[in-house]
């Protein structure tokens, strides 16, 4: 006959199993405990705005790909508190963070934002028009690392930018990186997305991953261990969304 705590510790593992199945958005262990989280925090502060784009892209069938809501809600708090104002982002999807930058930039704040699909972008950009705060976006459409390499070659763009926000294709962060840390600013950060990978990260080589998961999980243990080791930097990694590193820029 199974035990109380028999019982608690199956629940858990299949809760686990559930969230690694769904990937999910929170790393916490429960859903409840994360849906209280948006209800009790979250949502009741969420701008208007941020609220129509994250039902917006809730309906697109890659919404997996968007940054949580208290992840947005965290971007926008930490923006605020290093008094960003040139910021770039590389991985847009509809602009969920984007919009999150922007309406905590000041109203002569800029943002280069890159992405390789224009039309999720413009999904979003009907939204973005409507919070008044368009007009701080630069929207280039390709792969970043081209526009990089040029922005590199240029002096003037070394350590222009107060903050950088990295959500787009994991096996090319460490080459984002070479570059970045050449134009963040001195005391300036770098944040990397999904450095918790679903939980992944931890996972045991026969685990049940998505394909997807499976694929760029190496990557971001390369990444991870890349950053740790990187004396130009101070690091922090945080388990809000899918897990983001903070790196901020020492020299």
Request: glycine share 6%; hydrophobic share 40%; net charge negative.
């Amino acid at each position: 006959m199974a035990t109380n705590v028999d019982q608690q510790q199956q629940q858990s593992s299949s809760q686990e199993s559930r969230h690694q199945e769904v990937g999910h958005k929170s790393l916490l262990q429960s859903d409840a405990l994360y849906q209280y989280i948006l209800e009790t925090s979250v949502y009741p502060r969420e701008p208007e705005a941020m609220k129509e784009l994250r039902e917006l892209t809730a309906k697109h069938p890659w919404n997996i790909m968007t940054t949580s809501a208290d992840e947005g809600q965290f971007l926008n708090m930490l923006l605020k508190l290093i008094n960003a104002k040139n910021t770039m982002e590389i991985g847009v999807y509809t602009g969920y963070s984007l919009l999150a930058t922007a309406l905590a930039l000041p109203e002569d704040g800029k943002i280069l934002a890159m992405d390789i699909n224009r039309e999720n972008y413009e999904l979003g950009l009907p939204v973005i028009q409507k919070a008044g705060v368009a007009h701080k976006i630069e929207f280039k459409e390709g792969p970043a690392l081209p526009v990089l390499d040029q922005m590199v070659e240029d002096e003037k763009n070394h350590g222009a930018y107060d903050f950088i926000f990295v959500d787009a294709d994991k096996d090319n962060y460490l080459n984002y990186h070479k570059r970045l840390i050449e134009l963040v600013k001195v005391g300036g950060l770098i944040g990397y997305d999904n450095t918790l990978w679903n939980g992944s990260v931890v996972a045991p080589p026969d685990a049940p991953l998505r394909k997807y998961v499976r694929y760029y999980r190496d990557f971001v243990l390369e990444l991870n261990k890349a950053l740790a080791a990187d004396p130009r930097i101070e690091i922090c990694m945080l388990p809000v969304g899918d897990g983001i590193t903070l790196c901020r820029r020492v020299s």
